[in-house]
Nanobody, 126 residues
Framework: QVQLVESGGGLVQVGGSLRLSCAAS????????MGWFRQAPGKEQEREFV??????????YATDSVKGRFTISRDNAKNTVYLQMNNLKLEDTAVYYC?????????????????WGQGTQVTVSS
């Protein structure tokens, strides 16, 4: 079984920064993607892809709306994935979820992931 626990969310002003963490435990993560998704208020049916990183190697991806502002990284020794979020905007307000992919092939869709954390709230205020 895989356990994912997110932390680091909170309230921040526009232009501020937060770093989210995802502590992973359980089965192996080698060869899989770790992804960050978000679910905005009023959009409970839509879980938007934010960024992904392979557990090994240098492959990492991000959706266009966060490129240049968000950075995904990992610390294999700590079994932790991070999402550094800079220059936050009002539209970044959402619950952010960490997830592990079903395989090492696909990473950008909600259906590509089978293990999820409980989520952490990020609220950006003006």
């Amino acid at each position: 079984q895989v356990q994912l626990v997110e932390s680091g969310g909170g309230l921040v002003q526009v232009g501020g920064s937060l770093r989210l963490s995802c502590a992973a435990s359980g089965r192996t993560f080698t060869g899989y993607y770790m992804g960050w998704f978000r679910q905005a208020p009023g959009k409970e049916q839509e879980r938007e892809f934010v960024a992904a990183i392979r557990w090994s190697g240098d492959s990492r991806y991000a959706t266009d709306s966060v490129k240049g502002r968000f950075t995904i990284s990992r610390d294999n020794a700590k079994n932790t994935v991070y999402l550094q979020m800079n220059n936050l905007k009002l539209e970044d307000t959402a619950v952010y979820y960490c997830a592990r992919s079903r395989s090492g092939l696909r990473y950008s869709s909600r259906n590509d992931y089978d293990y999820w954390g409980q989520g952490t709230q990020v609220t950006v205020s003006s």
